[in-house]
């Protein structure tokens, strides 16, 4: 189902062209946002995503990562008991070494209309950390 990519420090691994990119999204991102709803159902971009991602068609291009536009409320959001920046630089701190050593990552999820990054903001600050310019993405478009 895989085939996997070199880009700069980093192997991709990205579905291949016989394979169908939204159906993978729908069992596996769809599923993972659903479980970030139920854990925090006050994140509005998570119902949001989940309301575009089955009408969304995607497609496997290269983008350049300065592109990419990372949610603000995101990236600010904290609780009494939970804050994501500080979540996320813990998992980059975790997943970094792998990735290097060669393990292989997803390509991001993006939204085509604003170039808004739907999924993959531990994967994507490694790629920034590391000064790649450019990323394998899965980009999506609303189906007319």
Same mark, same amino acid.
């Given at each position: 189902?895989?085939?996997?990519?070199?880009?700069?420090?980093?192997?991709?691994?990205?579905?291949?062209?016989?394979?169908k990119i939204k159906?993978?999204?729908?069992?596996?991102? !769809?599923? $993972?946002?659903?479980?970030?709803?139920? $854990?925090?159902?006050?994140?509005?971009?998570?119902? =949001?995503? +989940?309301?575009?991602?089955?009408?969304?068609?995607?497609?496997? &291009?290269?983008?350049?990562?300065?592109?990419?536009?990372?949610?603000?409320?995101?990236?600010?959001?904290?609780?009494? #008991?939970?804050?994501?920046?500080? !979540?996320?630089?813990?998992?980059?701190? $975790?997943? !970094?070494? #792998? &990735?290097?050593?060669? #393990?292989?990552?997803?390509? +991001?999820?993006?939204?085509? !209309?604003?170039?808004? +990054?739907?999924?993959?903001?531990?994967?994507?600050?490694?790629?920034?950390?590391?000064?790649?310019?450019?990323?394998?993405?899965?980009?999506?478009?609303? =189906?007319?």
């Amino acid at each position: 189902m895989f085939k996997y990519k070199k880009r700069g420090k980093f192997t991709y691994h990205v579905i291949g062209k016989k394979y169908k990119i939204k159906p993978f999204l729908l069992k596996w991102i !769809e599923k $993972e946002w659903q479980m970030d709803h139920k $854990e925090f159902p006050d994140q509005q971009w998570t119902i =949001e995503w +989940l309301n575009l991602l089955p009408d969304m068609k995607f497609k496997l &291009l290269v983008v350049d990562l300065d592109k990419i536009n990372l949610r603000q409320d995101l990236m600010n959001y904290k609780t009494d #008991s939970y804050n994501f920046l500080e !979540e996320l630089n813990l998992r980059v701190e $975790e997943m !970094e070494e #792998s &990735l290097l050593q060669g #393990s292989s990552i997803g390509p +991001l999820i993006v939204n085509n !209309e604003n170039m808004e +990054l739907m999924d993959g903001y531990t994967r994507y600050m490694i790629l920034k950390k590391n000064q790649q310019k450019r990323t394998y993405a899965y980009i999506g478009s609303i =189906e007319k």
